[in-house]
């Protein structure tokens, strides 16, 4: 497509407030509204929640002084409680070195490299999901607010691209369960809208923290499509895209999902 | 790290019923679960848990590989006096977590 | 009675692998071909014997509360009580719970004493499928009373790859 067509293109479909089958901004439900009683009483009390045991972990993570720069989280950002207020709620993020938006899994992780002269944390790891999970707390209750950013336009695109097409062996897209038919069930489990309001989230078939990205890819084996790599771009991608159709929604990391 | 989530009131009155929630860390690998290659992945449990008030055991419960991921057990004792509550737990491999809180008791 | 149990599960695994075939998810095949075997109503009963020896097993006074539908068998909510006073010559002595259709019958197994002041004890369990959960409370006087609940066990239906 050339570039001046694929600008209109972009404009139209993103300048639409809401194109067929997207869920109006007042009819949209948090996963929470379609848990059972009692998984919604695990998530709400903090010392039931599993998913503090990590944050708890990270309250020590945070303070410990890592890599050759010999420094610790609290060194640059001070008390997480005021400094980390609101950061994952803007998250994934334009990262202007990168030249693309990066999660917060990403940033924590482009910290450790360049300010702590460390090893990133590998993906899925315990320390990476502690560090998101606390740094995801401090949003606990906030609007998700992903930033009107003209470079993260057409990454935006790119996502809202990967969750309407059609895909896998069994040819569905992820609009067609979660825009479409939420609310319904599928073999027996209520469909959610696939808000990531809660991420990194203690999701009782895991038994244990998990990402977003583990989530899409399980999502994916599910439709029987291709997962792309750990890490791969296109994850980030659908990220920003859902938090983008999740804005206003109140942030609930780390939350309890079935 | 085994980190464990204690909720017991700092405060209560004498002769008061009150309510301990406890929550730990911990895989319980139950023995039954198939790895990559089709073998069951060896059982790796916590299994007993005690609960003393000032050094006398007031709870104590034995642990299967059917108590969920990360242990969550709640339960009660009646306040009789102030100083600690105080959490072990024992399992598989040598595993083994303590955990303290204190109780004013007036 | 044990050929019928196996026959029904049978029945309920085919019916489970059709359905999601019809779903379309067919990642529901994958936990149920690596199942364990598991417990029998017969040996949820030695279980239980193990414990009881030749007392009668009286049914009352113990209550279990779970939810009838479970959205996910890997961690259920279960709350046991028992009515008793609670006092030094008329309380519970230990509370054990069973679950009927685990590969291992004994879920837990807590001591109480009148110093609990309540028997009710509250924990997240796994069940592997739907059945019936026991739960049996011994006395001081040497008494076992037991109740029970049905539940049924559903499962996600975005499973993880192997």
Known sequence: MRPAAAVVFATAVLGATATAGEIPLADRKSGYEFMARETRAMQDDDTANPGMLW????????????????????????????????????????????????????????????????????????????????????????????????????????????????????????????????????????????????????????????????????????????????GAPEYVDLELYLMWRARGMPVETPAVRP | MARALINAPAKAKRGEIIEIKTLISHNMETGFRPDNTGKPVPRDIITDFICKYNGQEIFRAELFPAIAANPFLTFSTIATESGALSFEWTGDNGFTATESVNITVE | MTRDDDMLQATRRRFLIEAAALAGVVGIAVPLAAKPTSATPASMRAAIRKIIGEAPLNKGKVKIDVPPLIENGNAVPLTISCE?????????????VFAEKNPQPNVVSVQLGPRSGRATVSTRIRLADSQKVIGIAQMRDGSFWSGEAEVIVTLAACLEGV
């Not at chain 1, 303070?63 to 010999?70: M, P, Q, W």
């Not at chain 1, 336009?153 to 038919?181: I, M, V």
């Open chain 3, 84 to 96: 008793s006073p609670m006092t030094a010559d008329d309380h519970v002595k230990a509370i054990h």
């Open chain 1, 55 to 230: 944050v708890l972990d990270a309250e020590a993570l945070w303070k410990r002084k890592e890599g050759s720069a010999a420094k610790s989280c609290a060194d640059c950002h001070g008390d997480a409680r005021a400094s980390m207020k609101g950061v994952a709620a803007r998250y994934p993020a334009f990262n202007a070195a990168r030249g693309r938006p990066v999660d917060l899994e990403e940033r924590i992780n482009i910290c450790r490299t360049e300010q702590q002269q460390s090893t990133p944390l590998p993906f899925e790891s315990k320390e990476l999901l502690a560090l998101a999970a606390y740094v995801g707390q401090q949003s606990r209750g906030m609007p998700i607010e992903i930033a009107d950013d003209e470079r993260t336009k057409p990454f935006l695109q790119a996502g809202r691209e990967l969750f309407t097409q059609r895909q896998g062996q069994l040819n569905l897209s992820c609009a067609q369960c979660h825009d479409d038919n939420w609310g319904q069930k599928l073999a027996g489990a209520a469909i959610p809208q696939g808000h990531p309001t809660g991420y990194p989230l203690y999701r009782l078939e895991w038994q244990t923290l998990g990402s977003l990205q583990r989530r899409l890819r399980n999502c994916l084996f599910g439709m029987r499509a291709v997962s792309y790599p750990l």
